[in-house]
Antibody, heavy 118, light 107 residues
């Protein structure tokens, strides 16, 4: 059974940092692009970043470029999102998801809440 | 960036109704268009991938069509468990973008 379990969400002050983790199981992690998607309270879905199977390609939404870093450890079946210089507008539930061969997001984690507040 | 526009933003329907949600892309996304269902407090769930392919385990009352810039999600006979918010998403190019969502409510 495919499972994605996020962790690391917390309450943090503006300017602070957090590292989110996503533990994957039930599939060959190293064979898939992976993605982070976020959802601000009461709002829609927003792509944050994605990463190629071997980590050689990474892409970010403009609003997080230079502040967030996506990475992965295929030996540990884990995906990460290092979040620096956090802003109030980064407050959201952050989901990790698997990208399948036709580029859809076929499995999602349960999400982890990041709250940025003074 | 490719903008995805869904219509309507919300709708009220009754159990058994046929429901259609449209999604328009600001430029062609070929068939790289996916549909998701999200219920409150839950992660999104993939319903349709590559415009018209039903994800495994999804009931056959859900269907998708379209290519290029215009796409449709149809629920042939709305069931109580289908009341949720639906999102389209293009995966043709980076940045990946989602529609704003369509909330399907009980009439």
């Amino acid at each position: 059974e495919v499972q994605l379990v996020e962790s690391g969400g917390a309450l943090v002050q503006p300017g602070g940092s957090l590292r989110l983790s996503c533990a994957a199981s039930g599939f060959t992690f190293s064979s898939h692009w992976m993605i982070w998607v976020r959802q601000a309270p009461g709002k829609g879905l927003e792509w944050v970043a994605n990463i190629k199977q071997d980590g050689s390609e990474k892409y970010y939404v403009d609003s997080v470029k230079g502040r967030f870093t996506i990475s992965r450890d295929n030996a540990k079946n884990s995906l990460y999102l290092q979040m620096n210089s956090l802003r109030v507008e980064d407050t959201a539930v952050y989901y990790c998801a698997r990208v399948e061969s036709r580029r859809a997001l076929d499995y999602w984690g349960q999400g982890t809440l990041v709250t940025v507040s003074p | 960036d490719i903008q995805m526009t869904q219509s309507p933003s919300s709708l009220s329907a009754s159990v058994g109704d046929r429901v259609t949600i449209t999604c328009r892309a600001s430029q062609s996304v070929s068939s790289y268009l996916n549909w998701y269902q999200q219920k409150p407090g839950r992660a999104p769930k993939l319903l349709i991938y590559a415009a018209s392919n039903l994800q495994s385990g999804v009931p056959s009352r859900f269907s998708g069509s379209g290519s290029g810039t215009d796409f449709t999600l149809t629920i042939s006979s709305l069931q109580p468990e289908d009341f949720a918010t639906y999102y389209c998403q293009q995966s043709n190019s980076v940045p990946v973008t989602f529609g704003q969502g369509t909330k399907v409510e009980i009439k």
